[in-house]
């Protein structure tokens, strides 16, 4: 059975009280952090930088950070992230000059280290880096602003994507971030995803744990389906 990860995103978060929401919604049985950085260049939207990852730590948030860096150069801002307290550091290649050199820097700073495809970009650019990555994390949507709606043929992609890991038995979480919500997260379970990102659907419900407790439930019928 795979160990789903349910990874609200931040992005979602009530910024005045971040500390205290990202704290409910982990108490609430989420176990990912999802930390989304944009830079206003690489993707039309700015967001938080290192300061406020350790700012969460400093809270006392322990759980499992995830990183996504929608930003280009992405070199120069890793160590920061690292020392602030990331866990896993997942980037765009089009944003590396190097990507086999980005994903070498992820893991030298002590971190898991994984690639970003937007939905235009094809799966072929992650096939030959496969056995450096820890993260294969797909858009279904573009990035830039939540809230967006789930686009439909990422499935493929994702089939495609778990088709690839599984022929070369890697143990690579295969991530999904975009318009995750009740209504579609056992069609991408299916598919071969076993990480979700959700930001509004989770953020933006009146009852985290309610809503949480769904997903999984979600997830256990599609396990038992």
């Known amino acids: 059975m795979p160990d789903y990860l349910i990874a609200p995103s931040i992005l979602s978060a009530d910024f005045a009280r971040l500390g205290e929401d990202v704290s409910n919604v982990l108490d609430a049985g989420a176990d990912v952090v999802h930390f989304d950085v944009m830079d206003n260049h690489f993707v039309p939207n700015l967001t938080v930088g290192p300061m406020v990852c350790k700012s969460l730590r400093n809270y006392g948030i322990s759980a499992v950070i995830d990183v996504h860096l929608m930003i280009e150069p992405?070199?120069?801002?890793?160590?920061?992230?690292?020392?602030?307290?990331?866990?896993?550091?997942?980037?765009?290649?089009?944003?590396?000059?190097?990507?086999?050199?980005?994903?070498?820097?992820?893991?030298?700073?002590?971190?898991?280290?994984?690639?970003?495809?937007n939905p235009s970009t094809p799966l072929e650019q992650a096939i030959p880096f496969l056995t450096q990555i820890d993260v294969l994390l797909l858009m279904s949507v573009n990035p830039g602003f939540?809230?967006?709606?789930?686009?439909?043929?990422?499935?493929?992609?994702?089939?495609?994507?778990?088709a690839l890991i599984d022929k070369q038995q890697l143990s690579i979480k295969l991530e999904v971030d975009g318009g995750i919500n009740l209504d579609n997260i056992s069609d991408v379970a299916a598919a071969g995803a076993d990480m979700f990102v959700a930001g509004s659907a989770i953020f933006a419900s009146k009852d985290y744990r309610k809503t949480i407790t769904q997903m999984r439930s979600a997830l256990t019928q599609h396990e038992n389906s």
């Open 74 to 117: 992405v070199d120069a801002l890793i160590p920061p992230f690292a020392n602030a307290g990331a866990d896993i550091i997942t980037f765009h290649p089009e944003a590396s000059q190097d990507v086999a050199a980005t994903l070498a820097l992820i893991k030298e700073n002590g971190c898991k280290a994984g690639l970003v495809l």
């Open 146 to 162: 939540g809230g967006q709606s789930f686009i439909p043929a990422t499935l493929d992609k994702i089939r495609q994507a778990r």
